[in-house]
């Protein structure tokens, strides 16, 4: 017999671990599932100076802290790769490949992926000058100059975010034209500090033994290989929802997003989303654990009208 619970939270990150806080401090019995340890994406981030309270604390340092806030009300923790959800009248059965379990609620907080270009040095530089977040890691490039790969609306948003902190921003696209909505180009071709080059395929992130002093590009028309000296590189080629063990519940948009109701409630009851896997704008800490919150809430009310 699978364990039952009253809610199973599906991901350890941020949002995830403020839905579980939130659902065992209403004395509901709860577990987190992630396929590795809690934190998330945080894991992975330097430093975080755009979190309430702190004027910077490193990633897996605020993951801890989230975590033993997270389980001081009983919050069970436990690893699983989740490849789906069977609903069973009003019991939810999620199949793992560690086992199955059961609640009467679910909270989806498996959140997203950027897309990588897969490069040298993208993962060698990855928090040493390699960023995929301008808000999260903007701030450490004031006054310096930074290359942006992508002609999206994100890279252009991204990039003109990048002009009130770095002292020029290099567009680098692989087409001759962005992609990116007219509004979001006029503005980025009125900005001073904003460069672009055009028909060019990035083939490595160049640096030294402690950060990225550059990337190394083929200039398509002419087929020359040329450089770009910079401090930073941010890229923009897509995010990925990571919802594939989702697909047959019907709460998918066709892009793979979840979308919900502003108390993040799916289209089925009793079945949450929260944090990037939803179908939103602000993918961020605070964001995520605001959501996390209003889920673990509203879990509760669920609960009590069965």
Known sequence: MAKSYDVIVIGAGPGGMTAALYASRANLSVLM???GIYGGQMNNTAEVENYPGFKSILGPELGEK??????????????????????????????TDEGDFEARSIIIA????????????EDEFGGRGVSYCAVCDGAFFKNKEVVVIGGGDSAIEEGLYLTQLASKV?????????????ILQDRA???DKMDFIWNAQVTTIEGDDKKVT?????DKATGET???????????????PMTSAFGDLGILTDAGWIKTDDHMATSVPGIYAIGDVREKDLRQITTAVGDGGIAGQEVFKYLQSI
């Open 66 to 95: 989230m975590y033993a806030s997270a389980t001081q009300f009983g919050a069970e923790y436990g690893y699983g790769t989740v490849n789906s959800i069977e609903l069973q009248g009003e019991m939810k059965i999620v199949h």
């Open 214 to 218: 550059g990337v190394t590009y083929i």
């Open 110 to 121: 498996t959140g997203s992926e950027h897309k990588k270009i897969g490069i040298p040095g």
């Open 226 to 240: 040329k450089e770009v000296a910079a401090s930073g590189v941010f890229i923009y080629v897509g995010i990925e």
């Open 189 to 191: 071709f009125a900005n």
């Open 33 to 35: 599932l992630d396929r």
């Open 170 to 182: 290099t567009v680098i696209h692989r087409r001759d034209e962005l992609r990116a909505q007219k």
